[in-house]
């Protein structure tokens, strides 16, 4: 699991990331901005020749979920499920789709995630374990609390109850996908940008 956009700048992405880790025993590698910085720099900018700790995480793992959050109007309810191991992407579609309530929408066909947040570009980390991974995008409204009127699990605001149903899903999904696992898993195509 990865949130390199994670802390004051995507929030509520970490703790997502985090807690599907945990729960899953699965290795987890984070950047968490404090506030008040907000920086974002591309997915392809985190390198792991300039990272001891990125090249190590990665190193380590077979396949990686990594969590991001963007906002558009177009898609405000949208989650997109990107990344070059496609197979693993319809996985983790499934389960978000079974796990989440209206007016949520799961999109995990490329063509219809803007090209930006597709992750399939060859140096973004998610696609540089052997099997590749996921690019998952949050959409505001999921990481938001309504009821406490801030960010999800950020600055004191209580996680809201949306981003419990989400990480239950992306548990299981992680978990059911460790028993399915098949050769055709590891012959996914990445495009280039």
């Known amino acids: ?26 290795s987890f590698y984070g950047v968490l901005q404090a506030a008040p910085l907000r920086e974002h720099l ?29 906002g558009r109007e177009d898609q405000w309810n949208d989650l997109l499920v990107g990344g ?28 219809a995630i803007p090209r930006a947040l597709r992750g399939q570009h060859p140096r973004n980390p998610v696609n540089l374990p052997p099997q590749r991974g996921v690019q998952l995008e949050l959409p505001p409204p999921i990481r938001w609390n309504r009821e406490a009127q801030g960010w999800s699990d950020h600055m004191g605001i209580p996680r809201s109850p949306h981003v419990d149903l989400l990480i239950d899903s992306l548990t299981g999904a992680v978990q059911s996908w460790a028993m399915e696992i098949t050769p055709d898993s590891l012959e996914t195509p990445v495009e280039k940008e």
Do not use: K, Q
């Not at 693993?88 to 063509?111: K, M, N, S």
């Open 42 to 70: 591309p997915s392809t900018a985190f390198d792991p020749s300039a990272s001891e700790a990125l090249s190590s995480f990665l190193a380590s793992v077979d396949v990686v979920i990594a969590v991001h959050g963007y």
């Open 1 to 26: 699991m990865m949130a390199f956009h994670g802390g004051n700048l995507e929030r509520t992405t970490d703790v997502v990331a985090a807690e599907v880790a945990r729960r899953t025993h699965a």
């Open 84 to 111: 070059g191991n496609r197979v693993l992407a319809h996985h983790v579609a499934t389960h978000l789709r079974l796990g989440l309530p209206e007016p949520y929408r799961v999109v995990d066909d490329l063509e």
